[in-house]
């Protein structure tokens, strides 16, 4: 197995894992889409980033989880400059990343079980050792009679649990989720944000994009509020029983 | 038994997924490469075989043509320059033809003439060199000078050289062939690495954030070209063996034709070809997923 290049760089708690220093974004030639953003997400926090549709929030999750590159400023993941980290670096500092994406971007050949796994797959871990960890993960996100089915055959909220069990599968440090309500009912809705609190509890720093205003409110944590491709203004946590 | 200890259903699937439709067109294309590769090497060992043995029967004979002189008969000189040959070292014999031989060699430019004995001509010695220390034309003709004799020595070393260079030149052209068959097998695997990546550019995306690094997933594809063109490979390599199989048993006991004496020895050269088209493949795939997969970042 390769060796990792950043095993040394791990944030304590209560430190940043990302931080925007200035940051700016665009696509091609294009206009900015992101402008200027300055903030940090200590370790072990929660927050969302919200905003109008075209703001920016997918474009920011993109430059945190290292699928696309600023065209200005500096990004600091768990202390380290991803400007100056070696190509031969990003692959281990996604495996300390796990993504929810808005489309799931499921691998539709695989089970349930196998889409789950793929991260440590990937990681060089043999199906013996990681066995029982993904069967338990899939019972715990409600899907531990589904482990052999494939994607097409699950429900919406199946895929979304789905999504959501591959993405922390391997306990990342920061768990990103775009729009991971956006397809669910409220009832779905609000298992899934549990499921993101629980994870936040053992120690996962979470960035949640979101539209769910409802869910913002109710959940009191912090949110970026991003207008315009800069961040506008950070309300105040609210108070939110879950 | 629980689903959770059926061990069968717990083997890991491939990341990339395993049917493709596309492969059954590559893994024609690639077996008729292979097929023709089989078959120039194949060709390529059987004229090195038929210009092996003509250099070989040349290399051991040489002739030599006596003329008379001094009032001596054409047989009575022809005899003494047998002899003489014969005594040399790297003679294994030496042999006056009869003259009718000689007559027989002229007759063609001279026509049927009627009195063909009058003229004279030259007697031939036929002389048969030793074959592990064979002497050289040069020993030939001093001992004929110690006889006096007026003689002329051919060893054949004008065409031995031009086979030797017929041959080498099959063989540069076999190889040339052969290079451009694999160069030509690499482009099409390079092409299907290509669109095999486009196909799969959402697994290859959610392989590359899940933490893949670019080796590891160039060598996904890299896997499974080289295991279509290994497929490929010993199709065409059947299809080969069976047809000079064939050529073989029609050609009877010289083989296919003198000129092309195909052995059994032979159809082993198409053991080689699925293993050399995985490697072709493999490399191809790994190079072109490579850059790929770059330019994708």
Redesign the interface.
Known sequence: M?RNPIAATAPRAGEDVVRFDDVSMRYGRGPDVLRDLNFSLPSGSFHFVTGPSGAGKSSLLKLI?L?ARPSKGLIHLFGQDVARAA??A???L??RIG?VFQDL?L?E???A??NT???L???GRR?ADY?TDV?ELLTWVGLG?R??AMPPTLAGGERQRLAIA?AVVNRPEILLADEPTGNVDHEMAVRIFRLFVELNRLGTTVLIATHDQDLIARSGRPVLYLEDGHIARRPAPGKLDL | MSEIFDVARWRPAPFLPENEGRDGALIFVVAVFCFLACLTAMGVLAANRAAGAWTGQLTGEATVIVRPSGGETPDAAAARAAEALAGTPGVAEARALEPAKAYDLIRPWLGDVSDLEDLPVPRLVAVTLDRKHPADAQALGAALKGQHLDATVDDHSVWIKDIRRAGGLVRWLGAGVFLLIAAAAAAVVAFATRAGLAARRDVVEVLHLAGAEDGFIARLFQARFARVAGLAGLIGALAAAVLAAALRLAGGGEGLTPALPLAWSDLAAVIPCPLLAALVAAAAAQFTAMRLIRDMQ
Do not use: K, Q, T
Request: hydrophobic share 40%; net charge positive.
């Open positions: 390769s989880y699928a190509p031969s990003r692959p281990h996604r495996r993504v971007v691998l050949h695989l089970s079980f196998d796994a793929l991260p797959r990937i990681a199906p066995r069967a009679g482990m052999h591959r």
